[in-house]
């Protein structure tokens, strides 16, 4: 099992299914890892900039695949989703580009199927299952990996608004991710629980 892996960021590209494929420079080899988007917007390509990845390695009949993560908890949080029925890699992967892991975790533990089923590929019934599957299981590992729910940025009523309104828009969700993030670093806005101001601060941001 392959924990971790440190190299330079080498490439990013497009693989089949719009995944979003890593070359990871690790002693002069490279790499293949699939990561997930919003964690590729964030990467210093072609900085020489030493990276530590977490990753996870699926063996199957025909192939070997390694995914990778920002964090550890991220890492653990993936191989927990795709321990559920029904909820392959690539729909673990979908479900942690359209929520932060305090998010998604939240979501899980509180039951909130609404939330949950806003990720493309997971229906009612896959969220059910989520929850249904992995609450006693999440509430006790978020426990355990320290992982708090979000204390700035969006409450899941607000996150959920903004999803709705910037989906409508035409923003992808990785978009509407980057833009949340970015903004809860406003302190004023992220103690704001009108949803309006919260709309009006992602389309700023996302006008640029």
Not at 39 to 51: K, N, R, S, T
Not at 77 to 100: C, E, P, Y
Request: aromatic share 4%; with cysteine.
């Amino acid at each position: 099992m392959i924990g971790y892996l440190k190299g330079v960021p080498a490439a990013l590209h497009k693989g089949a299914g719009n995944r979003t494929l890593l070359v990871l420079e690790v002693n002069q080899i490279g790499c293949e890892v699939q990561i997930p988007s919003r964690f590729g917007q964030q990467l210093p390509i072609g900085d020489g900039e030493v990276l530590q990845v977490f990753t996870h390695l699926q063996i199957r009949e025909d192939q070997m695949t390694l995914y990778g993560f920002a964090s550890a908890s991220e890492r653990d949080l993936f191989r927990l989703l795709i321990g559920v029925s029904g909820v392959g890699a690539q729909l673990a992967i979908a479900l942690l580009d359209n929520l932060t892991v305090a998010d998604l975790v939240q979501a899980i533990i509180t039951g909130n199927t609404r939330v949950l089923a806003k990720t493309p590929g997971v229906g009612n019934k896959t969220a059910e299952r989520l929850t249904l599957e992995l609450k006693t299981k999440l509430a006790a590992w978020h426990h355990l990996s320290n992982i708090a729910a979000p204390t700035s940025g969006p409450s899941l009523t607000i996150l959920e608004e903004l999803n709705m309104t910037l989906l409508a828009l035409g923003y992808s969700h990785s978009e509407i991710s980057t833009a949340v993030e970015n903004i809860s670093k406003d302190g004023l806005l992220a103690k704001n629980k009108d949803p309006e101001e919260w709309i009006r601060s992602a389309i700023a941001w996302l006008s640029r």
